[in-house]
T-cell receptor, first 112, second 114 residues
Framework: GNSVTQMEGPVTLSEEAFLTINCTYT??????LFWYVQYPGEGLQLLLK?????DKGSNKGFEATYRKETTSFHLEKGSVQVSDSAVYFC???????????FGAGTQVVVTP | GAVVSQHPSWVICKSGTSVKIECRSL??????MFWYRQFPKQSLMLMAT?????????EQGVEKDKFLINHASLTLSTLTVTSAHPEDSSFYIC??????????FGPGTRLLVL
């Protein structure tokens, strides 16, 4: 079956530090890959996505590259801000219904 | 992006009562809606998928008679937790999709069953 594995949190960083959240997946076929972000007290928002191998998704300074050879979709940001404090979910879709399979989520805490 | 609302945002009820949660798309018509459940500090677990005008498809292990889903129109889906018990306390989230890939999530409803 399909699964998504993320690094456990919480990840605590100082402002302007480099952030990496690892995500690997197991899936049949070629899934579309996503990163969603959940800010405190808010619903999930799509952060970025990639639909095929070697695609790079980017948004708000975050980037992730679809690596088929390593079945990974690691999220990176070069310089985090306090406002980036949130829970980040890696996810994939493999079927035509668009059903999302989520990772466990990684809480990121950025301190001033 | 599209806006999805949920109502209520918080609900506290007594054990044995039923609770209805509404999910509305405010600025687009959703062909497919999803209902998720999220436990504290855990990921979202898909409960069911519904398409407008047809019966919901439930994930394995989700009781159809306990979690009634109605997708009456392209802008409204409801989840009714029937005869709620404390173990049903959770955060329920809906999402709506139009193109089979992009989902727009509601802000969630926190249910506490006493």
């Amino acid at each position: 079956g399909n699964s998504v594995t993320q690094m456990e949190g919480p990840v605590t960083l100082s402002e302007e530090a480099f952030l990496t959240i690892n995500c690997t997946y197991t899936a049949t076929g070629y899934p579309s890959l996503f990163w969603y972000v959940q800010y405190p007290g808010e619903g999930l928002q799509l952060l970025l996505k990639a639909t095929k191998a070697d695609d790079k998704g980017s948004n708000k300074g975050f980037e992730a590259t679809y690596r088929k050879e390593t079945t990974s979709f690691h999220l990176e940001k070069g310089s985090v801000q306090v406002s980036d404090s949130a829970v980040y979910f890696c996810a994939l879709i493999t079927d035509s219904w668009g059903k999302l399979q989520f990772g466990a989520g990684t809480q990121v805490v950025v301190t001033p | 992006g599209a806006v999805v609302s949920q109502h209520p945002s918080w609900v506290i009820c007594k054990s044995g009562t039923s609770v209805k949660i509404e999910c509305r798309s405010l600025d687009f018509q959703a062909t497919t809606m999803f209902w998720y459940r999220q436990f504290p500090k855990q990921s979202l677990m898909l409960m069911a998928t519904s398409n407008e005008g047809s019966k919901a498809t439930y994930e394995q292990g989700v009781e159809k008679d306990k979690f009634l889903i109605n997708h009456a129109s392209l802008t409204l889906s409801t989840l009714t937790v029937t005869s709620a018990h404390p173990e049903d306390s959770s955060f329920y989230i809906c999402s709506e999709a139009t193109d089979g890939e992009t989902q727009y999530f509601g802000p969630g409803t926190r249910l506490l069953v006493l």
